[in-house]
């Protein structure tokens, strides 16, 4: 098979319990005064974003910064926004300007993920399901994936930590 060939992947699922109402859950995955206080990886980083517009075929733009002062920036084009229910987006990584590039730490890394958050209402608690797969990725970009699966929950777990921290305090 070459590696112009696009598969599908097997997508890598989180599921949480989450002790806040669904619609406070939605607000903080699409309004930016709450993401910009818990979408980043780990306590000490930075998020700021620069552009969103949060609606079906809209974009935001924003930019993690390290502890130690390393940027990264991130676009994102939402596919889907169904209040309070559920959000689909794709995630590329960026420049300042938003052009999309390839990932500087993981040259295979797919170009294109796609996040869908499911909500599910449990009284005054949600069930958050993240889906999380590339699209269409190449052979390289789907091997990248399948060998990082065993650290998604490590990434994506430690920003639904500061998610679950953030809402602790509202």
Not at 29 to 53: I, R
Not at 96 to 118: F, H, S, V, Y
Not at 119 to 130: F, S
């Amino acid at each position: 098979m070459s590696s112009d060939n696009k598969l599908e992947v097997e997508p890598s699922i989180i599921t949480r319990e989450l002790n806040a109402p669904r619609q406070l859950v939605f607000d903080a995955w699409t309004q930016v005064e709450h993401l910009q206080n818990w979408m980043f990886p780990q306590k000490g980083f930075t998020c700021e974003y620069v552009s969103a517009d949060i609606t079906p075929g809209g974009s935001s733009l924003h930019k993690l910064t390290a502890p130690g002062g390393h940027q990264m920036w991130l676009l994102t084009k939402y596919e889907a926004v169904n209040p309070p229910v559920s959000l689909v987006f794709r995630q590329y990584m960026s420049n300042e300007a938003g052009d999309i590039l390839p990932n500087p730490q993981m040259p295979d890394w797919p170009k294109e993920m796609r996040a869908t958050i499911e909500l599910e209402a449990l009284g005054d608690k949600t069930r958050l399901r993240l889906i999380w797969q590339p699209i269409a990725p190449t052979q390289a970009e789907a091997a990248a994936f399948e060998a990082s699966r065993s650290q998604h929950g490590n990434g994506w777990g430690a920003g639904l930590d500061q998610l679950t921290r953030y809402l602790e305090t509202l």
